[in-house]
């Protein structure tokens, strides 16, 4: 400890106890030898025990002013030896000549102020400070008193009251309160321990929370790494807080909600703002920390709120391996989207995802459920088309125009539209699709245009299609990208914009079919 290494009473080479005459000699004999520029020793200088010591004509100056008021001669004496009895002087006999433990052994054949001092002071030597603690709420409880007596003398205006505190607020100086505050027993010293700590913890808490609320604005990657700083960095603070505080203390309630709910917004920040793949992971990491950390209960209904929506969000994510690909799949949906509910937009969408399909099924494998909802979802929005480009003929008066007038040009067109319809169709059956999907959507739409196209001459005959009435297909999910979804602690909205897969391909076109046929013959 500092305070031992450098303190005073060793600096001038006495005890604590020692006589006015013994200080004045040994202040002579120092200056003489530094006059000179040669260096003093004493036998308390315990070489070999402590460090060596260094003195100049200031400290040795030093030293003195700092023993001028008594309030100082015992702050210093706490942290030195005492010399009051005979077994003292055989200890120190036994210290000097470097026998640490024999002189432990001697003092603790009797308990004297002197002793227990003596003791207390060793264990700090060998950095014992459960025992160091143990030896001060002896000697302060039951000596306090003689212990000022053989500092100061019988008549000293100085009391015992204070020895305590000033014990402990040296050990906060120089350790770290949980390094020592378990050791202590006294219910008194716990609670000043905790008050001296508090603050001093709660004020680094407080001032991290403004470091990273600074970083508001600055992005999504800015916001991540300030929430993941101010996780890392307050955690010791925070447990140590709490060996203090109870946590039904509304002091440890705020600082903790405060806390928890800024790493809290710092994760929908990064989320909302970022264009990363897995965002909705990494933000959970500061979410769920929150979580842990919150006391109140709005605080606490806040972040379960976020937690819930990052779950439902992480539960659609892709699997990591394939993250570039879906990445792609979904811009490719967007963009066919904003795009008319045409037949050929939907052979550019089938052809253009069909390399990402290809790449998924390779790493997960054909019976994967993520890449059969995927490949699902491909081929629903194109059915769509598909089925809106076929149903529009009934609406299109230039075709029921030519159905009264030009029934040839009529069939023409409609053939065209089949003919692109059931091309599309062909590479459709090359997805694999869920099976709910397939069987009660994609295949009665399929039976249904298969039977247009033959009624009106369209061939549907491919010795190159790999349909199977058996393969696997699945039904319909959001065809919405992560990207566009946002959210925040006022709101949970988990809004899906279902794909409108189209129903089966309508009757009246199949009336017109009939008439058409008809009125050619």
């Known amino acids: 400890m500092n305070i031992i290494n450098n303190n005073p009473y060793r600096q001038l080479g006495v005890y604590s106890t020692s006589s006015q005459r013994d200080v004045i000699a040994n202040q002579g004999k120092m200056k ?12 308390l200088d315990l070489n070999g025990l402590l460090p060596e010591i260094s003195r100049t004509e200031q400290s040795v100056a030093d030293a003195t002013s700092k023993l001028t008021l008594p309030a100082e001669q015992l702050k210093y ?32 054949k009797k308990v004297t102020a002197s002793s227990l001092q003596n003791l207390l002071v060793c264990a700090l030597m060998k950095n014992q400070l459960g025992d160091a603690i143990n030896y001060a709420q002896s000697l302060y409880n039951s000596y306090g008193n003689k212990f000022v007596e053989i500092v100061l003398g019988e008549n000293a205006l100085a009391t015992s009251e204070n020895l305590a505190h000033d014990f402990l607020n040296v050990l906060c100086e120089e350790f770290k309160p949980d390094q020592f505050v378990g050791f202590i027993t006294n219910e008194e010293w716990k609670e000043y321990v905790g008050s001296k700590s508090i603050k001093p913890l709660v004020d680094k808490i407080l001032t991290d929370i403004d470091v990273c609320k600074s970083s508001k604005g600055e992005g999504a990657t800015a916001r991540l790494n300030a929430g993941t700083k101010l996780m890392n960095n307050t955690k010791n603070n925070l447990a140590q807080l709490k060996q ?18 800024e790493i809290l917004q710092c994760g929908i920040d990064y989320y909302n703002d970022s264009e990363e793949p897995d965002a909705a992971r990494k933000a959970m990491v500061l979410q769920k920390y929150a979580q842990s950390v919150v006391i109140g209960k709005m605080a606490k209904d806040r972040c379960k709120e976020n937690v819930d929506i990052l779950t439902k969000i992480i539960a659609q994510l892709p699997p990591s391996q394939v993250f570039a690909e879906d990445k792609a799949i979904k811009a490719e949906l967007r963009k066919y989207s904003n795009l008319p509910d045409k037949i050929s937009h939907a052979v550019t969408l089938l052809n ?33 088309n598909v089925i809106e480009e076929v149903n529009a003929l009934q609406n299109d008066s230039t075709f029921q125009l030519n159905m009264i007038i030009n029934k040839t040009l ?64 699945y039904s319909s ?22 794909t409108n897969w189209g129903c089966i391909l309508v009757a009246i076109v199949v009336f017109v079919i009939f008439c058409i046929i008809a009125s050619s013959k």
Request: proline share 1%.
């Open 244 to 261: 203090y505080v109870s946590t039904t203390d509304i002091q440890y309630q705020m600082i903790a909600d405060k806390l928890g709910l």
């Open 77 to 108: 004496a706490q942290f030195w030896f005492a010399k009051c009895t005979q077994l003292d002087e055989i200890a120190f006999g036994k210290l000097i000549n470097g026998d640490f433990d024999g002189a432990i052994n001697i003092w603790n």
């Open 352 to 384: 253009s995802t069909k390399p990402h399909l290809l790449s998924i099924k390779n790493k997960l494998g054909a019976s994967n459920s993520y890449y059969l909802k995927i490949s699902t979802q491909i081929v629903g929005n194109a059915l769509h």
């Open 477 to 498: 999910i959001n065809s919405s990208s992560r990207a566009s979804t946002s959210y925040s602690s006022s709101s949970s909205s988990d809004s899906s914009d279902d």
């Open 410 to 473: 009529a069939l023409s067109s409609l053939q065209s539209v089949l003919r692109s319809a059931w091309n599309a169709t062909k590479i459709m059956d090359s997805f694999d699709m869920e099976s709910d999907f397939k069987n009660n959507r994609y295949n009665e739409n399929r039976k249904t245009l298969s039977n247009m196209c033959r009624q009106v001459g369209v061939s549907t005959y491919s010795s190159t299609s790999s349909y199977s009435s058996t393969s696997r297909s």
């Open 32 to 43: 003489a030898f530094l006059r000179v520029g040669s260096q003093v020793s004493f036998p």
